[in-house]
């Protein structure tokens, strides 16, 4: 049993063993754990109002209650069924969208790959933030519109990412060889091409997760995205402006937001390190 616990140990790579690679992973398993269990973990029911009014945090509510009289602990726990499975299929479909896109603009070119690139640029010639809230605002205010408000302004980053990978996996000797045996062009860019750039794409995702929320949150802080009574963790925020005295209503749904952004920002860079093979190499020196 020791030996394998040893063998074990070693097939970990040592990018994965670090500090902030652990503290990652345990606060983004403990937040999909929380999103799941809410309803067994929550104490009280996130929607009723029949707790006292802007209750400071003590023993019977540890993070206190809002000014209807709700508990912000129990609508945390079930604000994170809202904002994190958004926010990973936002990221999802970003991919999707932008790395298919991209992939064809980069493997086809001409004027397949001017166009996309054409509409990408027009996207990245406008803040992001401002038009994610016109598209928001032009959709009209819900929490749909706002994934898609943000899925709007997110696709051409991965689109821009996977042209430049593809151009330069494209040449290479695999694909040219597998073109002159009689290959599609769809079969060698599927079988060939994306296997070898989705390392980086992953890295993009990761570290994207923690734009997204923060994004999605934002529209709904400003009112384009849930509605009340909907426990999103954005609104929450938006709700403890009117009662600034009262810094538990806005706190604890911000601290929420910061965890998970910081947990797959670590993970992000962790899954960077793990793959390239300099700075991999780097590590298990140090370790050493």
Excluded: C
């Excluded at 958004?86 to 166009?115: H, K, N, Q």
């Amino acid at each position: 049993m020791k030996g394998s616990g040893i063998l074990g140990r070693t097939r970990l790579p040592e990018a994965w063993r670090q500090p902030l690679a652990v503290a990652g992973g345990v606060i983004a398993l403990a937040w999909i754990v929380i999103a799941i269990a809410a309803p067994l973990l929550a104490p009280h029911d996130p929607l009723a109002q029949d707790l006292p009014r802007l209750a400071p945090p003590g023993a019977g509510h540890w993070f206190g209650t809002d000014q209807l009289g709700r508990d912000i602990l129990s609508r945390i726990m079930f604000g994170a069924r809202v904002s994190i499975p958004l926010t990973l299929l936002l990221v999802v479909l970003s991919v999707l969208i932008g790395g298919l896109l991209g992939a064809a603009a980069g493997y086809f070119g001409r004027w397949v790959g001017e166009t996309i690139m054409r509409i990408a640029d027009l996207v990245f010639a406008f803040p992001t933030v401002i038009l994610a809230m016109v598209v928001a605002a032009a959709l009209g205010a819900s929490l749909t519109n706002a994934v898609l408000a943000v899925l709007v302004v997110a696709w051409p980053s991965y689109a821009r990412v996977t042209r430049g990978l593809v151009l330069g996996v494209r040449e290479r000797e695999f694909v040219l060889s597998g073109r002159l045996l009689g290959f599609s062009a769809w079969r060698s860019l599927r079988v060939d091409v994306l296997p070898n750039v989705t390392g980086p794409i992953l890295v993009l995702a990761t570290l994207d997760i923690g734009t997204a929320l923060l994004l999605l949150s934002g529209l709904s802080f400003l009112g384009l995205g849930a509605k009340p009574p909907s426990p999103e963790w954005g609104a929450m925020v938006a709700s403890g402006v009117d009662v600034f005295d009262s810094w538990w209503v806005a706190t604890f749904p911000g601290l929420a937001i910061l965890t998970v952004v910081l947990a797959f920002n670590f993970l992000g860079d962790s899954l960077r390190d793990a793959l390239d093979p300099r700075t991999a190499r780097a590590i298990k020196e140090r370790a050493l």
